[in-house]
C-alpha cells in the first residue's frame, strides 16, 4: 500500500517544532563547537512535514529556498493552501521518501531535517532518506534527525505490541474508536493481574499515561505497523553511507551533564572507546527515550578560541518577560534550581532600549555581570535558550527580505482564526521560526488590523455566530455580560504583556497590526 503500513486515515496534528528552524539548528552546532556551511539563506528540506505548519513558519520567516515532501495527499494540499499565501519560496511534494527520489529533480540542500519520522516508517524508507542525504546535502550541511531511543522503552514494546495488535485486528469504527477499544483491551488485560504489568511497572505508567492524551496523536504515535526503538549507534551506522557525522543534540539542556549524569556516569562516558559506544552508554545512563541528534556531512570543529569568537558575536532577544523564568529545571537526575540572581543579571542586559537584543559580548561587559565567565554564560544561554526565554535572532538584513512573507502568512492565520483554531502560531521574521499565538490573540490581530471596531465586540459576535461560550473555572458563562467581561480582561492581557513581545518579534506592529500592503 501506499501509506507503507502507516495510519493515513487521519492526519497528523497542526503542531510547530521552532527548534527546526535554521537558527536554532545553528545555535546548537555552534555550543557543539561543530562546524557547517550553512548560510543565511538557506536551501532547506523537510521529509515528512505533516499538516506542514512548521515548514510554512521556516518559509515564510527565512530568506532562501524550502523544500518538503510528504507522502500524505490531504497533508500536503493543506501544506500548500498555507504556502499560497507565504513568501513564495516553498515547494512542496506529495510524494514517499522513494519517490522524491526518483521523480523529482532536488537541488543541493544546505538542511535537511526529519522529525518524528525515523522509528514510524520501513526501512526502506530510512534507505531512500540516507540516500537523498547521500546525493543532496552538500559538504558541511546539517542533517537533523529525532527518534526513539530503546534504553527508554525497554519494557513497553510488549504493550505497544498488544495495543498494535488489537487495532489491526478490529477494523470496525473510526480509527480514534479503534484506538481507544485497544486502550480499553490492554486495561482489561492488566486488570487481569498479568505479570508483565508486575514486572513492567513503566508499561502500566505508560498506559495510563495513554488514557489521557489525543486518540489520534496515539494512532501516530504507536499504531503503525512500524515501531522501531533503535540504539544511538544504530542510527549513526544506518546514517554512515551518507557521509554523516554525529555533531550533538539539538536539545539545548543535553549540553549540561550536571543535571543529568552522576560523576561516575560522566567518567565512564567520557571514557568510552568511540562516539557511538558514548551515545549508547548515556542514553542507558538517564534512560533516554527520545534524542533529537544533529549530523553534518563531514565533521570539522572550531578551535576553541574560534568558537568562543562566534558565540560571542551571536545576538539573542529576550522573546518572554523575564519573570517567566522558572526557579527550576528538570533533568534526568531530578529537579535542579536555578540562581535566581545569576539569571536576572543576564536577562537585565535585555534593555529596551536596544529592543530587548544584545550579544553575549554586551552581556559579559555590563556592569552587572563583570563576575560572569563565558562558561557560566554559556550555560545559561543553553537554560534561557532551551526555556524560549531567550532565542537567537536572524540579522537585520534577512529580517528585512523575511518579513513580507511573514505579514502575508499571518494575515490568513489570523483571518482563518475566527473558525479555525487549529494553528495556533504565526511567522516571526526576528526569529526566523514561529511563536505560540492563540486563536484569541489571532482574531484580535485581524481585527485592529482591518479596524473592524472594538476587538472584544468583534471577538464576541464571532463566538455568538458559532454558539461558542467561553470557560472560566471550570465552568461555562452563559451571560453575554460575563462572556464579555473575560473577553475584556484576555484583550487587556494581550494588550499589556503579549503584545510588546509579538512587536518587537516583528509579528505585528506596535499597535497590534499586520502589514496588509504585503498581502496580494
Not at 231 to 249: M, N, Q, T
Amino acid at each position: 500500500m501506499w501509506n507503507s503500513g502507516y495510519v493515513s486515515e487521519v492526519d497528523y496534528t497542526f503542531s510547530h517544532f521552532p527548534f527546526l528552524s535554521p537558527n536554532s539548528l545553528k545555535l546548537a552546532a555552534l555550543l557543539e563547537g561543530g562546524k557547517h556551511t550553512v548560510p543565511e539563506a538557506p536551501t532547506y528540506l523537510e521529509l515528512g512535514f505533516g499538516q506542514g505548519v512548521s515548514l510554512n513558519m521556516h518559509a515564510a520567516s527565512n530568506p532562501g529556498a524550502f523544500w518538503g515532501a510528504d507522502f500524505s495527499p490531504t497533508q500536503t494540499a493543506t501544506a500548500q493552501e498555507y504556502a499560497a499565501f507565504g513568501a513564495g519560496n516553498l515547494n512542496l511534494f506529495d510524494a514517499s521518501f522513494e519517490e522524491l527520489l526518483h521523480r523529482h529533480a532536488l537541488p543541493q540542500f544546505d538542511m535537511i531535517v526529519l522529525h518524528g519520522i525515523w522509528s514510524w516508517v520501513p526501512q526502506k524508507a530510512r534507505e531512500a532518506v540516507v540516500q537523498i542525504a547521500c546525493d543532496h546535502l552538500k559538504p558541511g550541511g546539517l542533517f537533523y534527525v529525532s527518534y526513539n531511543v530503546k534504553a527508554g522503552w525497554e519494557g513497553i514494546g510488549p504493550l505497544r505490541d498488544l495495543l498494535a495488535q488489537h487495532y489491526r485486528a478490529n477494523l470496525k469504527g473510526t480509527v480514534v474508536e479503534r484506538v481507544k477499544a485497544a486502550i480499553a483491551f490492554a486495561e482489561d488485560v492488566l486488570d487481569s493481574d498479568a505479570k508483565f504489568f508486575v514486572q513492567n511497572p513503566l508499561a502500566k505508567a505508560q498506559l495510563n499515561d495513554m488514557k489521557k492524551k489525543d486518540p489520534i496523536y496515539l494512532a501516530h504515535e504507536f499504531f503503525n505497523e512500524t515501531w522501531n526503538p533503535m540504539r544511538f549507534s544504530e542510527v549513526c551506522k544506518e546514517l554512515a553511507p551518507a557521509k554523516l557525522d554525529y555533531l550533538g543534540s539539538s536539545t539545548l539542556l543535553d549540553g549540561l551533564p550536571s543535571i543529568h549524569l552522576t560523576p561516575k556516569a560522566k567518567t565512564l562516558i567520557d571514557n568510552a572507546s568511540d562516539k557511538a559506544a558514548a551515545g549508547d552508554l548515556r542514553d542507558i545512563c538517564v534512560a533516554q527515550r527520545f534524542r533529537r541528534d544533529i549530523f553534518v556531512k563531514g565533521l570539522r570543529t572550531h578551535t576553541e578560541m574560534g568558537r568562543q569568537r562566534l558565540l560571542l558575536q551571536q545576538e539573542f532577544i529576550l522573546r518572554k518577560q523575564a519573570k517567566d523564568l522558572p526557579k527550576t529545571i528538570k533533568g534526568a537526575r531530578g529537579t535542579a534550581n536555578l540562581d535566581q540572581d545569576l539569571y536576572a543579571r543576564i536577562l537585565g542586559t535585555f534593555s529596551e532600549q536596544k529592543g530587548y537584543i544584545t550579544s553575549l559580548k554586551d552581556v559579559l561587559t555590563d556592569p552587572a555581570c563583570k563576575s560572569l565567565n563565558l562558561a557560566q554564560l554559556e550555560q545559561a544561554v543553553r537554560v534561557l535558550a532551551d526555556l524560549e526565554i531567550i532565542a537567537p535572532i536572524s540579522s537585520p538584513d534577512a529580517i528585512d527580505v523575511a518579513r513580507p512573507g511573514a505579514q502575508r502568512l499571518n494575515a490568513k492565520l489570523c483571518r482563518d482564526a475566527a473558525l479555525d483554531d487549529r494553528v495556533g502560531y504565526l511567522a516571526s521574521p526576528v526569529l526566523g521560526t514561529g511563536v505560540v499565538v492563540s486563536r484569541f490573540e489571532q482574531v484580535f490581530i485581524h481585527c485592529l488590523s482591518h479596524k473592524l471596531g472594538d476587538p472584544v465586540a468583534h471577538l464576541w459576535q464571532v463566538l455568538q455566530a458559532q454558539g461558542q461560550l467561553l470557560r472560566k473555572n471550570g465552568e461555562v458563562l452563559q451571560s453575554a455580560e460575563a462572556n464579555l467581561e473575560e473577553l475584556k480582561k484576555q484583550f487587556e492581557h494581550f494588550q499589556n504583556n503579549r503584545l510588546p513581545i509579538l512587536s518587537r518579534l516583528g509579528v505585528v506592529s506596535a499597535k497590534g497590526a499586520l502589514e496588509l500592503s504585503h498581502e496580494d
